[in-house]
């Protein structure tokens, strides 16, 4: 008589093994696919800043020191290593306000840009013309008007951020399929009913790709407001440090900036994969 092979374990232990080692080999393709190049640079910043030091160019374990004796432990030039709270929360407020005030002002108009043809027709190259402009050349006029106060940058980092929202809402809401707009016409729904209801959640997406752009973007504007008549805030530090020479305190206060738009971008992203899955999942 034949002699039938071994039969897997009945448990089901080893395809739960196997399982695993997969799960791992997917989870280390994902470390080297996210982070892979970025420890590649670090690492050969390391290699070029220890053959060819330079004051304005420290290496990433300097600045990795000092940021943790400015923000963890105490030290640098700060009192206390809580101090950097006092000047990196003023930043994430001006911008989150900014954010805000923008998002609201910009939906709004967009939506109505793009309900309304002769609305459209008549401030559209006002649109484009204020596009035009860069945030660094109208920030001198707000500085004139409402001088270096909060209000000045919160005013300014909402008024660059509506643009783009004001276009992506326009495009977003003009867009949506006619026959959408006439099936609740067809159910008798009433226009701001249409409006809430069909057309805005048909625009999310794209009113949500300009909510994108605006997160990355109210931070370097809320730097870019803070190089000017400010005392406080990360972008004052940041020119404050690099005018006393202080480059590993400069660098680290670029590291601390680039950590805090990681923390933005990856909460946009996950409020992005719970509104719009619906959209994903219909690709």
Sequence with gaps: MAVLPAQANPTGRPARRTRRSRGASHWAMVFATRFGL????????????SLHPNPHLPSPLQIADYARKLFVTGGGYLPTGSAWLGQALPTIG??????????????ALGTLVGLSRPFRSTTSWVIEFLRALPA??????????????????VAFIAYTLSLYLVINAAGGVG??????????????????????????????PQIYAGLRIATNSAIILAIVSEFFVATNG????????????NYLGMWSWILLL??????????????ESRLLAWHRNSH
């Design 94 to 107: 001006r911008a989150l306000l900014g954010f805000a005030l923008g998002s609201v002002w910009g939906i």
């Design 136 to 153: 660094s050349a109208v920030l001198p006029l707000f500085i004139l008007v409402l001088g270096g106060t909060d209000a000045m940058r």
């Design 258 to 271: 680039s950590i805090v738009g990681l923390l933005i971008n990856l909460v946009a992203e996950a409020v």
């Design 38 to 49: 970025l420890i590649v640079l670090l690492a050969l910043w390391q290699v070029v800043a």
């Design 234 to 245: 990360i972008g004052y530090q940041i020119r404050l440090t690099g005018s006393n020479f």
């Design 175 to 204: 867009s949506v399929d006619p026959t959408l707009i006439l099936m609740g016409r067809a159910f008798r729904l009433s226009r701001a009913a249409i409006v809430w209801r069909i057309i805005l959640p048909a625009a999310l």
